[in-house]
């Protein structure tokens, strides 16, 4: 069965509500980061300064590349 369907019934969800929570604040930090951060003259924007792109795929990369040790090996189902 799905992994939600596994979760005890008091808790059911909370996993799932939790990871969406987390995607969303990040889809939101990444708008704000290329919003603000790609506002210069470089690209047209208002800003006097901004961020070049390579500065920017840098912001994105770091955390990207912290988080890669904690993952996990992928997980297998038994039958």
Do not use: H, K
């Not at 790609?38 to 901004?50: D, I, K, T, V, W």
Request: charged share 15%; glycine share 12%; with cysteine.
């Amino acid at each position: 069965p799905p992994f939600g369907l596994r979760e005890p019934i008091e808790s059911r969800g909370t996993i799932q509500s939790s990871v969406y929570l987390c995607r969303q604040i990040g889809m939101m930090l990444s708008s704000v980061i290329v919003g603000f951060g790609m506002n210069g003259p470089e690209y047209g924007g208002s800003f006097a300064r901004g961020l070049s792109f390579e500065a920017v795929c840098l912001v994105f990369a770091l955390p990207a590349l912290a988080m890669a040790p904690t993952s996990p090996p992928p997980a297998t189902d038994e039958p």
